[in-house]
């Protein structure tokens, strides 16, 4: 009876399998040309919509749960996993009220009024007492939830969403709180680990092929306007290859100002924001030189257009880099260098102060400014938490990379401006485009 069935077995896996690898030239293909379908932008909306259900779902849920507690300071409190406390820091006063603290503290009662029920001032009397190592309690525990959760640390973690989007990684046990959004993110596992995953995996696997066998062959071209055509082409075609891998649906703003020449200045939120130019313009980069996978991006990128890499740890390297990109920009037949000031990757809520170094050159800036929606995949890289297998293993089970692009027209340093004026000037106006203040 088994043997009998291996027939229709194969034959059952032949037809679930060949579709899957005719589809995935098809997505190539339409990468290689630039053209769209619409098909991703359509999942997306999709995506919205399923999101926006969830959402309502867990509301209508919350509606039916008991109130958080209130203790007796008025602070709400409530309780994690551990069962620990904690401060609800959007009523919290770091300066108690000492009526407050000295009731708790030592059941001392404050006389509440006489006969028209007015309250009455506690006199000095009542309130004196002995020091007790409780009373500062309250100060020592604000204080410390001050220093671990200040603004500059958040911006190193990754973005809190608003709403739940049906991934394990961002949830609060909401998937058992109704069958129906059981279902869906039951459906929606299975998608992306079943579907999602290993075609993203093939698609990256061609792209990255096809782009060490397009590089290796431009470098063999001489250097001139053949070779800086060739290029342009074969450079967004490769990224556009690689952006499929990721589901990415990008929207370019203001493409006038797209940068000719000179230096690029963007907002730093991972690895992912070079692909996302890349995709719509040719640049030169600068950066760190790297080791395992971006190491082959690197050294295949080398080989087709001029590009600086440097050790953070050597010292006349990096003294170094300030000459090689003046010289870079004085070509005129250079394409942009794209930089990031930021110098570490930021969770594109803000923008972090940007680095004097690459705004001293007396050279045109042409600002970009990058906003990720965090609801479909969180772009932000931890590299203290996550090598780069690993983000790279994220972002192709999340469900989508939705981001829009902003081209800022050119800014110069004016006249008695120092360079760091003008760094703070074009990483306002970056932050301002792109809503990170």
Known sequence: MVINLLPFLRLLGLFSVAPFFLFIPAIVFLAII??????????????VK???FGRKTIEAENKWHVPEPVSKDGTKSKSDSNGTTVISREDLILVPDPEQNYVGNNNLEVPTGGKNGLPRRPSFETLKREFQ??????????????????????RFEAEELKSWNLLTRTNRQYEFISWRLSFIWVAGFFIRYTFLLPMRVLICFYGVLWLTVCTAIVGYVPNGWLKR???????????NVL????????????????????????????????????CDNTYSLIGQRHGGFLGVLQRALARASPHIWFERGEV??????????????EVEDNPPILIFPEGTCINNTSVMQFKKGSFETGSVIYPVAIKYDPKFGDAFWNSSRYSMMQYIYLMMTSWAIVCDVWYLPPMYQKENESSIDFANRVKSAIAQQGGLV
Request: include cysteine; hydrophobic fraction near 45%; proline fraction near 3%.
């Open 316 to 329: 006349k390297d990096r003294a170094t880099v300030a000459d090689r990109l003046k010289a870079h920009v």
């Open 50 to 52: 399923i999101f926006e």
């Open 34 to 47: 630039n053209r769209s379908l619409g098909v991703r932008r359509a999942y997306v909306k999709l995506l």
């Open 229 to 239: 055509w060739v290029n342009r082409k074969v450079s967004m075609m490769c990224f």
């Open 133 to 154: 190592l409780a009373d500062c309690f309250d100060l020592v525990k604000a204080g410390c939830e001050a220093i671990i959760e200040d603004q500059v640390t958040s």
């Open 243 to 278: 952006s499929s891998a990721l589901s990415a649906v990008i929207t370019y703003h203001n493409p006038e100002n797209r940068p000719k020449k000179g230096i690029c200045v963007a907002n730093h939120t991972s690895p992912i924001d070079v692909l996302v130019l890349m």
